[in-house]
């Protein structure tokens, strides 16, 4: 079972700032497999990334993904208002799915 | 476009099973080739993946819940369902439904959640 540890656990930035969060799996992981959610209080998670770097559909175009291997990286280029909230990393497996424990993006 | 919808019972005793369904509107839960999934989150948690069921019927459960967790699928009333037995209060979540697209992966569609508490 691949275990996802993201980083930092939390993350306080201003608006229009950069943002850069990390997710690194215990084994070396596809990068088709690998996967970024959005989650906001009181709303269903919503899918960013797919690929470990295609966006979504509607998913605008300052948020990127990258990396291979064992490490992956959410980027936000310029922090908007409704930027805020948690975010997480998932790997599609063969058996399962596995979520990492998330990253609090909050305003500083 | 596609969406889906929870629904059950809000309060559970422990001990009991939860029970819950996700009904899909807009498309056929039988075409195509989709994973249909659960997902849960406990108040100040993170999420948890709790297993999903194929287009073919096949399922997989996460390995912490499976002992306990069955997915099947109604394709005569277009719905999913989950089966959690034996429940104690850490089973208190907002639990969730997703469609995901076999070779994308990402879960592209969510049921808004519903929250299951487990009390006597």
């Known amino acids: 079972e691949i275990v996802l540890t993201q980083s930092p656990d939390t993350l306080s930035l201003s608006p229009g700032e950069r943002a850069t969060l990390s997710c690194r799996a215990s084994?070396?992981?596809?990068?088709?497999?690998l996967l970024w959610y959005k989650h906001q209080p009181g709303q269903a998670p919503r899918l960013l990334i797919y690929?470990?770097?295609t966006r979504a559909t509607g998913i605008p175009d300052r948020f990127s993904g990258s990396g291979s291997g064992t490490d992956f990286t959410l980027t936000i280029s310029r922090l908007e208002p409704e930027d805020f909230a948690v975010y997480y990393c998932q790997v599609y497996g063969p058996s399962d799915y596995t979520f990492g424990q998330g990253t609090k993006l909050e305003i500083k | 476009q596609v969406q889906l919808q929870e629904s059950g019972p809000g309060l559970v005793k422990p001990s009991q099973t939860l029970s819950l369904t996700c009904t899909v509107s807009g498309g056929s839960i039988k075409s195509g080739s989709y994973y249909w999934s659960w997902i849960r989150q406990p108040a100040g948690k993170g999420l948890e993946w709790i297993g999903r069921i194929y287009t073919s019927g096949s399922t997989n459960y996460n390995p912490s819940l499976k002992s306990r967790v069955t997915i099947s699928v109604d394709t005569s009333k277009n719905q999913f369902s989950l089966k959690l037995t034996s429940v104690t209060a850490a089973d208190t979540a907002v639990y969730y439904c997703a469609r995901s697209e076999f070779y994308y992966y990402g879960m592209d569609v969510w049921g808004q959640g519903t929250t299951v508490t487990v009390s006597s």
């Open positions: 690929g470990a770097s």
């Open positions: 084994q070396s992981v596809g990068s088709i497999y």
